[in-house]
């Protein structure tokens, strides 16, 4: 592991290096030679289906997210779907109408498709204090879930793990968790 680690940190060496120098001999590199650990470079955005598609992107500017694309694709009967960003945290969420033709967890696509429960839990967004954002949660139109605020211990014999969150459900049904900050590892 030490000499792939070591190998890695020459081959960023040698490309910062020939890139200085305008010469980009990294291109011949095959993808396929790499595995999928080293391939993803970051978690991008979670997509959700709207009931209410102007009353859920409203809800989500309240949180700082702000509408940075919009696009309709009629092969798949979406007519609107957006694409928020959160600056701050560098988080994307995409919303897309109800009638949107696109498969998902939760319902049959093809009436001869087996139903598959729904595997998204739900969103989470790491927060300062979860009980005041699960109270501004609710001043922008979410319902109560936690009713309060939640304080877990998920300590093993090895880690002290302590958490603090509260949970609501958005106007169109998502759970949303606000976590207060903690590390896992």
Partial sequence: ???????????????????????????DIKLQD????????????VSIKAK?????????THFGFEVVHKWSLPDFNLEKCV????RA??????????HADIPTQ???????????ENALLHLCFVVKD????????????????????FELDL??????IHVRNSLVYSPNGEVIEFLEQLDFD
């Fill in 83 to 86: 694409m928020l960003h959160h």
């Fill in 130 to 149: 979860a009980d005041l954002a699960r109270k501004q949660a609710l001043a922008c139109g979410a319902q109560d879930l936690s009713q309060g605020l």
């Fill in 34 to 45: 790499m595995d999928l650990q080293h391939n993803i470079i970051g978690f991008h955005h």
């Fill in 106 to 116: 939760g319902r049959k696509r093809k009436p001869d498709d087996e139903y598959i």
């Fill in 52 to 60: 209410d598609f102007e009353n859920t992107v409203d809800f989500y």
């Fill in 1 to 27: 592991m030490a000499q792939f680690a070591n190998e890695k940190k020459n081959l960023q060496f040698c490309k910062f290096f020939f890139c200085v120098l305008g010469m980009n001999i990294f291109d």
């Fill in 89 to 98: 945290i560098n988080y994307y969420l995409e919303i897309c109408d109800e």
């Fill in 155 to 160: 300590s093993t014999e090895t880690k002290g």
